[in-house]
């Protein structure tokens, strides 16, 4: 129901309204010098960090030579695009160390991965 909420676009926007919210109690503070906008801003960066961080930690913890690895074990697949987007989806959920220690024969990961394909397949808008 709520799919929008893992994609690029949605973590995007959550970035740009953050920065207009501060952008504009910056500019507020400078003019006024009321503490309540120092107070906003705070607020707004520590309810960005704890929105954003879950994101940025999956997606940093992987570093380029072990995408590169991963993404080359999939080359010989007939699909080379799903492969693409499932990798994509693999390293937005799981840090390099939590995708090494998964036991990927359990049933978390086995629909982890249908979801993801069926996720990859879809032409629809949302």
């Known amino acids: ?59 940093v913890g992987w570093e380029e030579s072990q995408k590169v690895k991963m993404i080359s074990t999939c080359k010989d697949s007939n699909d080379t695009k799903l492969c693409k987007c499932v990798d994509d ?10 995708y090494v220690k998964l036991d990927k024969n359990s049933t978390e990961y086995k629909e982890f991965l249908k979801d993801a394909k069926e996720d990859c397949l879809d032409d629809g808008w949302f």
């Open 1 to 59: 129901m709520f799919d929008f909420l893992d994609s690029d676009w949605f973590n995007i926007g959550l970035e740009v309204v953050f920065l207009i919210l501060i952008s504009y109690d910056v500019k507020k503070y400078i003019e006024t010098k009321k503490k309540e906008y120092l107070t906003n801003i705070v607020l707004t960066i520590g309810f960005a960090i704890w929105a954003l961080y879950p994101y940025y930690n999956s997606y």
């Open 89 to 98: 989806a693999t390293f937005k959920e799981f840090t390099h160390d939590e």
